[in-house]
């Protein structure tokens, strides 16, 4: 018996090698730009299938990735010649209204999250897109809509089911393990596969919110303005200000699309009522040449941009925290960001404050609690001919833009060439976080990911 059928007996979900039907499929992340050719890709079923897979990875000296919802721009969820554990199958989300939690399996998304805790009239922070896993998202802090109220998704952790490296299942929570938990909290992928994560909801329903488009000629005024308004605007109010080539939508006048323009998205998560008067502001600062603001379920904004980011687009992102948002980045912005080279492609600016900062830098593995904004630059475009001249477009924005930003940025949105950035990204945690792999994965086991060495 080989060593893969060995595995094979010991999992309930599939084991997929190099010619086995389905390989091309199952070793493929969404960023198209990754070409990897993984060993093994073992489709999970349940929290035995990991720890078999993991004990498997170790006592072979495999490489091993960590897959949930594939995101990972760096493509940390595939590998060469190693195994994948792959969590696709394990996207179970059972909702406990009346303590108002909500547990997911490891491999859901955004949109199964959603869809399960709305049906109770309940929502935590989540991304921007349906299809982004809810582990890969949480671990590493999670921004969202709902940032500024409800804090980053990982402050609204309760628990983690985790598989350590050597296969031990454990319980993370502020009761059990709490440096594990502590860790978990921002820290990604380095400390052991996450089967199921428990959060904490919030009363949210539906929103008031949408896109509002304005011409480039305003963006200064846009900008300006946005940096003054959300410093203080109510805390269930989210929005972030985007460069956006105009997609063909009904809401964009025919003759404008394809044209190039500043947006800002808006989600009101309080009361409805008081949607339209939140918003208002918005609206005000310069003529709006499109909008698509209204009433809708929140799953409904968490899904609004699937369409322009599906899976097989080519990927390069950077990233930045931003304490001010001075006149000089704004100036760097407007260089940059009106020359986005494709309708997949944006920055976006979004605001950690408010519940963000009501959290100490030590009490998580998330260090940046006096940012006002983690910012990135997100290059996508379908066309592998356009990779060199997008990532440079990338790259420029980013060097703008650096020199008015924080030393870190959010590991979620950092490049796969960020790694020398991880210190700075944890500042005064990293050693914690050091001390806490050490413990949990002396070996490094989780090394595909922004990684912390042991
Ligand atoms: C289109 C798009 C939109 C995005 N929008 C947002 C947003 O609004 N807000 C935001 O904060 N981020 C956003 N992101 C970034 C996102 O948080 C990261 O890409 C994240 O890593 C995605 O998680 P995933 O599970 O989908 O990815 P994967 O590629 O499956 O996982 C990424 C890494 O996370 C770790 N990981 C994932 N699952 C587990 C697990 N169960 N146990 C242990 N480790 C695990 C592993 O290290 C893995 O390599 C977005 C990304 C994309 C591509």
């Excluded at 000296?61 to 969590?87: E, K, M, N, Q, Y």
């Amino acid at each position: 018996m080989t060593m893969v059928d060995e595995l094979r007996e010991q999992v309930r979900g599939a084991v997929i090698a190099p010619d086995d039907e389905g390989y091309e499929q199952a070793r493929r992340v969404y960023n198209a730009m990754i070409e990897r050719r993984p060993a093994l890709v073992v489709r999970c079923a349940n929290a035995g299938d990991v720890v078999a897979a993991v004990r498997f990875a170790g006592e072979h000296d495999l490489d091993l990735a960590v897959r949930g919802g594939a995101h990972s721009v760096p493509g940390f969820g595939t590998c060469d010649g190693g195994v994948v554990i792959d969590l696709s199958g394990m996207r179970g989300v059972r909702v406990d209204p009346a303590n108002r939690t909500a547990r997911a399996e490891g491999g859901a998304t955004w949109g199964d999250f959603n869809a399960a805790t709305h049906a109770f009239g309940l929502a935590t922070t989540g991304g921007i897109v349906s299809t982004t896993g809810v582990s890969g998202l949480t671990l590493g802090g999670g921004i969202g809509y709902l940032s500024r109220g409800c804090g980053l998704s990982c402050d609204n952790l309760v628990s983690a089911d985790v598989v350590t490296a050597d296969g031990r299942f454990l319980v993370a929570s502020e009761q059990e393990h709490p440096d594990l938990f502590w860790a978990l909290r921002g820290g990604g992928g380095n400390f052991g596969v996450v089967t199921s994560l428990e959060f904490r909801l919030h009363p949210i329903r539906d929103i008031y919110g949408g896109p509002i488009f304005f011409e480039l000629q305003d963006g200064r005024d846009v900008l300006r303005f946005y940096r003054d308004f959300i410093a203080d605007a109510p805390e269930e109010l989210g929005a972030f200000p985007a460069f956006q080539i105009a997609p063909p939508l009904p809401f964009i006048p025919e003759d404008r699309h394809g044209d190039t323009f500043i947006g800002i998205v808006a989600c009101w998560a309080g009361p409805l009522e008081q949607g339209e008067r939140a918003v208002e502001p918005i609206r005000q600062v310069a003529p709006v040449v499109a909008e698509l603001v209204g009433p809708m379920p929140y799953p409904a904004i968490n899904s609004a941009f699937d369409a322009l980011v599906p899976p097989g687009l080519q990927h390069y992102w950077k990233a930045n925290f931003v304490t001010e948002l001075t006149d000089q980045i704004i100036e760097a912005h407007l260089a940059h960001g009106p020359k986005v080279p494709a309708v997949n492609s944006t920055m976006h600016i979004y605001p950690i404050n408010g519940a963000c900062h009501q959290v100490e830098p030590d009490a998580t593995a998330f260090a940046y609690r006096d940012a006002n904004f983690a910012t990135v630059i997100a290059g996508m475009w379908p066309d592998p001919a356009d990779n060199q001249a997008n990532t440079e477009w990338v790259h420029a924005y980013y060097d703008a833009t650096a020199p008015y930003s924080e030393e870190g940025g959010y590991i979620n949105f950092m490049g796969g060439d960020d790694q020398d950035r991880i210190r700075a990204n944890y500042r005064g945690n990293y050693e914690r976080l050091v001390a806490v792999k050490r413990l949990y994965d002396p070996g490094n086991l989780f090394h595909l990911n922004q990684n912390v060495k042991p």
